[in-house]
């Protein structure tokens, strides 16, 4: 099976039987390590483009052969959708792309259609060259459209969402949102809190080929610029860093924390906050970290980073955070409530959220949130902090939270002191919450808030 083959088969467990596109990268990469260098990247740069673009890829598909994508058999949608991926926007040859694809095709079977498979590809490539570019060619299908169709066609994002972000901001910040989510993600690392210099670690990846920069807005952050293999690092072996997005990073830089504090993260998976506290608390001479969540299966990806770290001071236990504990009434100096969410505010990582979301989700996961929010108050000591944050850009989730928590008799806290200058604003500092919004901030979108118990 070769490199495209194995794109396609990913395709068709995210597109047909509904599974994650993060976990299916995560597992093919794990089963096929024959692919190194160019042909790894080469796999995850049409994954992940391919169900990035898709929706105008589809709308485009659509256009060519006068029937829609889900109509067509799903053995040779993800043919096409993959191949007119690279024709539009990679630098490859499009008689590779078409010849590859009617390759798939027959090799799926499907010899009847191969000649349509060929058809609409080159038919496809011809009206690029025509118009001189990818970029023209796209505009000049979006001709006549209105705004709110133009943007999605253009950075294929459903039409809902466009509607609502068009409700919170300008058209302008909208747009800069959605070429944000389109450009390359960037791998960052956390450094360990007993080398926030980096020496260590980056002494350790540059001798394995790896090169990093300073991040905008987190001092112990550093963004990974030349290409290299983090996860299978013998630096990340030895637990020299942690991979960790800048804003979730931002998150365990904000919290208050002292010498045998004792911690309750709410909701730990996948636990890079959790292990990045612990790492403070030891730091500081102790503290102990209760981790929650609600399977053993998501608690071992905690566990597993917690020994790789050297992390001792963790306690993991199964517990549904919806449900109250009257064990930990007044026993926490410190709540994290990294809660569910849409996730909207990583489209750019994870491109499925973006079609597996729909707007009635958003109020119904709000709900939820509201629900941990109250199960979890009695939790915190008086004069406690309670961390409240969510990977998404949606008001229902964020403020809906934060006024719950305000309800509840929790004071917000002037973030101030734990931003860096380029983050503080009057809601940082007078509200005490911070909403990252990508394009107009260098990282995911995320919105953090933090309060203490009155």
């Given at each position: 099976m070769n490199t495209r083959e194995i794109i396609c088969k990913m395709l068709d467990e995210v597109n047909e039987q509904g599974n994650l596109c993060h976990r299916v990268q995560t597992k093919t990469l794990a089963e096929h390590t024959e692919l190194v260098g160019a042909e790894r990247a080469f796999l995850i740069r049409v994954f992940h483009g391919t169900l990035e673009r898709q929706q105008t890829i589809d709308w485009i598909l659509m256009r060519k052969t006068g029937r829609a994508v889900q109509k067509q058999k799903p053995k040779i949608r993800n043919v096409l959708r993959m191949a007119v991926y690279q024709i539009l926007f990679m630098d490859v040859p499009n008689s590779a792309a078409c010849n590859e694809a009617v390759k798939i095709t027959k090799n799926r079977n499907m010899n009847g259609l191969s000649g349509m498979v060929n058809g609409v590809l080159r038919g496809i490539a011809r009206d690029v060259e025509a118009d001189g570019s990818t970029e023209a060619y796209l505009e000049q299908l979006a001709?006549?459209?209105?705004?709110?169709?133009?943007?999605?066609?253009?950075?294929?994002?459903?039409?809902?969402?466009?509607?609502?972000?068009?409700?919170?901001?300008?058209?302008?910040?909208?747009?800069?949102?959605?070429?944000?989510?389109?450009?390359?993600?960037?791998?960052?690392?956390?450094?360990?809190?007993?080398?926030?210099?980096?020496?260590?670690?980056?002494?350790?990846?540059?001798?394995?080929?790896?090169?990093?920069?300073?991040?905008?807005?987190?001092?112990?952050a550093r963004r990974m610029t030349k290409a290299g293999r983090l996860d299978g690092s013998a630096a990340f072996a030895k637990g020299l860093f942690a991979i960790q997005d800048e804003s979730s990073i931002l998150v365990g830089n904000l919290i208050p924390l002292k010498a045998g504090d004792t911690v309750l993260d709410l909701c730990a998976a996948p636990g890079g906050k959790?292990?990045?506290?612990?790492?403070?608390?030891?730091?500081?001479?102790?503290?102990?970290?209760?981790?929650?969540?609600?399977?053993?299966?998501?608690?071992?990806?905690?566990?597993?980073?917690?020994?790789?770290?050297?992390?001792?001071?963790?306690?993991?236990?199964?517990?549904?955070?919806?449900?109250?504990?009257?064990?930990?009434?007044?026993?926490a100096d410190v709540v994290l409530a990294d809660l569910p969410c849409s996730g909207i505010g990583v489209i750019g990582r994870k491109p499925d959220i973006k079609w597996k979301t729909e707007l009635d989700d958003i109020s119904a996961l709000a709900e939820i949130q509201k629900r941990i929010l109250r199960a979890s108050a009695d939790y915190v000591k008086k004069g406690g902090y309670l961390v409240f944050s969510t990977c998404t850009i949606t008001k229902e989730e964020n403020m809906g939270g934060y006024e719950e928590l305000r309800s509840l008799g929790f004071d917000p806290v002037d973030l101030t002191p734990y931003l860096p200058k380029a983050l503080q604003s009057e809601p940082t500092a007078k509200e005490g919450y911070l909403q990252l919004v990508p394009g107009v901030h260098s990282t995911d979108g995320f919105f953090f808030s933090l309060f203490q118990k009155n």
């Open positions: 001709e006549g459209m209105n705004t709110t169709d133009r943007l999605s066609f253009l950075y294929a994002m459903p039409t809902w969402l466009i509607l609502y972000w068009r409700s919170l901001y300008d058209d302008a910040t909208v747009e800069k949102m959605l070429k944000s989510f389109l450009e390359e993600s960037k791998t960052v690392i956390r450094l360990r809190e007993d080398d926030r210099s980096g020496e260590k670690a980056m002494e350790a990846l540059l001798s394995e080929g790896t090169e990093l920069t300073e991040t905008e807005y987190a001092p112990n959790t292990c990045h506290i612990a790492e403070r608390l030891q730091a500081l001479g102790g503290g102990t970290v209760l981790a929650r969540d609600v399977s053993d299966k998501k608690l071992e990806a905690i566990q597993e980073n917690a020994s790789r770290l050297g992390l001792s001071n963790l306690r993991l236990k199964v517990w549904d955070a919806e449900r109250v504990d009257p064990t930990m009434k007044g026993a």
